[in-house]
């Protein structure tokens, strides 16, 4: 907040910035290039010298290119990615389409899966999945007993498909379903006076008109899946990318040049499909609703389409909900191996797991919530500064903050390990080892979010609204505080939600940075209990507890916010 | 020339529709007949139900009562890409993702033309609204009339046989509305289609259309031409929206209709009892003291309160014993304009005067 009260005047001249917006703006920047841009420069410059460092060299790409277990990494990367989003595309449609399409009663708990991915790390449910749907899991054992056939759905590369598809796929429901909705309903009316019904005129007007909303969607699912290490990891799968660049620096260390070149791979294609996305999204604005207008005609469906529709979506809930639900049986099982259900049930997984796990918790709310604060505080300047002022060069705050999206967390992680290991404190501790570290990292990784919730908050608020406080003898301080700042409650509210649970299940820039179990945050816990067979039981158990812990704490912040705002808004 | 309809204009029909959503009555008994070739406007305030009707014609909405026709094809079954009419948006409703040319081409594409047929008639239709040069555009790329011109296009190029218009001169700024409407109006004759017009807009209306029919509260009021409607309002609805009226107060005895003040006016026969008399601001005639009243006209002193220059004409708020009358007075090199707080003199005209009920 106080860079925000340093800011006076709302429109000076043109060139004129204040020094408390100058001061803002570059505190903002040393920040981004301190915790962004210095570590990310780091692993670049690693991947282009020789072992060793000086000098400039390709020879660390020729070595990549060399080695029959990266390209293979590579191809497979690719591979996971490009099946993910088809297999999640393939979930999404029909549920985006019916919802947007037809009258049907469970609208709104199918648009409630969006949060599902925000409250659990998909590498958890990665063993819930392979318990389920395995070779000797749930569903293969009563496919062999009725039909004597089994299908490999978790064997190697298909399980981490499988998995991340069923993880990630709301990214492309809820992209899907706004685009849908934001197609105005004299589109299609226009195609139908013109002679277009049924397949046609989803094939030639709806689908094209979404089509923006679904690649954005799909790209955010292929960085996603690119870039998470820990789901092939837990399924056994380590000749993909990400896991082989934490493989790397975990057991050769930090020299290694290997894990640099992995590491701009990896960004190049975070590039490559954000590129990808804006360039669909480029002059194709396609939201096209008017007033009065509102989506598309919802239809009424007749007896055997509704069955349809009931069935198509009751199985892919029953699929995507599959891995809570055997977390859930997996968290009280006593064994549970060779049969379809847990042979009996007990409470000793969670006993054990709040006796040595509460450290976890404890970090994972003080990380997270850090984090999301400071991601609001900075998403409000850098939102107020672009937004209301005249500051040269405001845009790239804008744009610098965002660029942590084309980071991927593994990457993050070892740019820290690279720049700050070296830096030691008074008294010989490494400054990359401090748990603020972590949080600098979750806040890195997770301002774009809070920064975009701030951004469409501010632009919301008309600026005739403040010039009317002003106007009625406000002063500039006072009018950011009673006028904008309550306007802009709900975004903010929306931008420390998201940034905190995401946070919280964040798991692959953290990997990197934790040194000892008493700073590991619930997910690191979570992936040591999830490595070994005896450790799956209080590994699930902790997981249930973690996606109750997300799910409250995002509930709390949400009540606390409501009711301040409700305070303020009614008294004053 | 062969962008011309090849069957002859027909004739619109709605028979005793009635149309609510819930228990909110948006249509109510409503009948009408659009003669073939006829340029035909819904005119009424927002929430009359008029773009309901439009849109039950196109087949987007479906009556709980009554028939339409079409010729002599009932349609009132049809879903909306069975009907052949042509409905162009208030919005235009042009697809972003083709470019001009692809969405005129659209229908004729639905239609399984041939290739070259589809080609030759986009084409001309194009060139009859005078974008063939931009064709390659991206809707995006063109103003608010190139695109209304487009959204014709695309509708006219599959021949529908009636032309439905939503309010499409409602997103142009003023001086385009007056162009748009004669080019309208020109083309519009020039293929003989029978077309309909949906506006909120008198001036739209009057100037553009054969018949009205104004509409208010889900029921038509009245249908007739521009000027019967403003000459012989059915009742005070129709008087009030087209025109600005003086309503004044008093009643009808017998053969006159007594004012507030005691004087009586003569009624011509059959007006009903509980009518009012309305006078439109030119049918009242400001006078100095000095001239005698016309024969049989009734005069009434008052005072200036306010006046409005409204271009050729002024208007004056003039308070009198029978309340504030609004009176227009031509503007002329030698007159002098009243002072506000003058003492005048009005004739109110017996030959000019309605009787009209609610």
Redo the contacts between chains.
Sequence with gaps: MAQVSAIPRLRRAASGATAGQVAAALAIAAFLILFLAWPVAQVMIAAFQPKGGGGFTLVNFADFFATELFVRSFWNSLYVSGMAVLVATLISLPLAYITSRFEFRGTMLIQTLGVVPLIMPPFVGAVAMGLLFGRNGTVNLLLEDYFGITIPFMEGLNGVVFVQAIHYFPFILINLSTALANI?R??E?????????GF?LFR??VF??A?PGYVAGAALVFIKVFDDLATPLLLNVKDMLAPQAYLRVTSIGIADPMGYVISVVLIVFSLLSMWASSFALR??D?A?T?RG?GGL?RRRLSGPQAVLAYGVVIFILLLVLAPHIGLTLLSFATVWSFSPLPDAFTLAHYARVFDESAVYMKNTVLYAGLAAGIDILLGIAIAYLVLRTKLVGRQWLDYGAMAALAVPGVVLGIGYLRSYYGITLPGGVPLATLWIVIVLALAVRRLPYALRACMAALQQVSVALEEAGENLGATRLRVIRRIVVPLMTGGILAGFVTSFATAAVELSATIMLVQSNADAPLTYGLYVFMQSPAGRGPGAALGIIAVILVAACTLASHLLIERHRRRSGGLR | MSILPETAPVAVTVEAISLSYGDHAVLKDVSLQVKPGEFFAFLGPSGCGKTTLLRLI???NTAQQGRILIGDRDVTDL???Q?D???V???Y?????MTVMQNVA??LE??RLPRVEIKQRAGEMLELVGLSALADR?P?QLSGGQQQRVALA??LA?RPRVLLLDEPLSNLDAKMRVQVRRELRDLQRRLGITAIFVTHDQEEANTVCDRIAVMNDGRVQQVAAPMDLFAHPANLFVANFLGTTNQIAGHVDGAVYRLADGQALPVPPGTRPEATLVLRPQDIVLVGSATAPVDGSIRLAGRVADHEFLGNTIRYRVVTELGDLQIDVLITVTATPRKIGEMVHLDLNPGRALYLTE
């Design positions: 105005d004299s589109m009316e226009a195609a139908q006076s013109l002679g277009c019904s046609r030639r007007i094209p008109l089509m002059g194709r396609y096209t008017q207008g005609d | 196109a087949g987007f879903r909306p890409w009907r009419v042509g409905l948006f208030q919005n409703a042009l697809w972003p993702h659209f229908g639905e239609r991206r995006s695309r509708t599959v």
